[in-house]
């Protein structure tokens, strides 16, 4: 039904940049909310953002406020998730999750990107 594909995930020296993109296909993908989540080795996954389907709200999570933004194109049913002034806590895998409209939580998730922080 869905399929998500992150990338652009690395290596930043703390207070650099990065851009993540999640590519988002199947059938009724458009009508999916997509989000964001994180999860560092020995702990829970952790929100970081959701984009609506209709593109007209975004949150971000209150511990990455001011410094990431979520965005998303319909067209191409990508969502992005730009990153500035990163910290080495923000080191963790990142994940793309989608949730059906309706749905009460998110069902479809894809293979995460690995973002590290560090000198």
């Known amino acids: 039904q869905v399929q998500l594909v992150e990338s652009g995930g690395g290596l930043v020296q703390p207070g650099g940049s990065l851009r993540l993109s999640c590519a988002a296909s199947?059938?009724?993908?458009?009508?999916?909310?997509l989000g964001w989540f994180r999860q560092a080795p020995g702990k829970e996954r952790e929100f970081v953002s959701v984009?609506?389907?209709?593109?007209?709200?975004?949150h971000v999570a209150d511990a990455v406020k001011g410094r990431f933004t979520t965005s998303r194109d319909i067209a191409l049913n990508i969502m992005y998730l730009q990153m500035n002034s990163l910290k080495p806590e923000d080191t963790a895998v990142y994940y793309c999750?989608?949730?059906?409209?309706?749905?009460?939580?998110?069902?479809?998730w894809g293979q995460g990107t690995q973002v590290t922080v560090s000198s």
């Open positions: 199947g059938r009724f993908i458009s009508r999916y909310d």
């Open positions: 984009a609506s389907w209709n593109g007209r709200s975004t």
């Open positions: 999750a989608a949730r059906a409209q309706g749905a009460d939580s998110f069902g479809s």
